[in-house]
């Protein structure tokens, strides 16, 4: 089994920059609370939120390709791996997300970000004192955090059977019970 602490050494390994492991401490935070909401393994799904980026700083353009050969440090299991791989479904690799981790992650990975963009927008750097109105504008101004590709995030709603409303206001809601948010 992959301990959390495995996972952190590993990502710390080969993410050096506060934000990418910011980012995954966020994700592994929404997983976890997604799992505990759908009845699963909390640790095993935030472990996966974790590490979906682990080669994303040093390798950018062989992201979700890398990851298994990094992930293989760490004996991951092949259902963390695929899960990984999963995330960049469409941008970087042909893996669809079928299970319902994978969904999840690659739902709500883009949004996290754009969430998190948003909080640090506010007077409280904060999301906890945010609304669903505030994302929803954001979401709309495709001139801000460009980087959080709009329709991957549609795309994850789909997937979950969601109106992006709702993924919005319960990954906000997830977002809000982490200590860093």
Known sequence: ?????KAFELLKKYNKEDFHILHGETVEG???YYAKEKGYDVDFWGIVGLLHDVDFEMWPDEH???????????DAPEEMVRAIVSHGYGACCD???EHEMEKFLFASDE???LIGAAALMRPSKSCKDMELKSIKKKFKDKKFAAGCDRDVIKQGADMLGWEVDELMQKTLDAMKTLPNS
Do not use: F, N, Y
Not at 1 to 5: A, D, F, G, L, Q
């Open 111 to 113: 949004l996290t970000g």
């Open 64 to 74: 979700c390709k890398k990851a298994t050969e990094l992930l293989a440090e760490i």
């Open 95 to 97: 893996i669809k997300p």
């Open 1 to 5: 089994m992959v301990t959390r602490e």
């Open 30 to 32: 929404v997983m976890r």
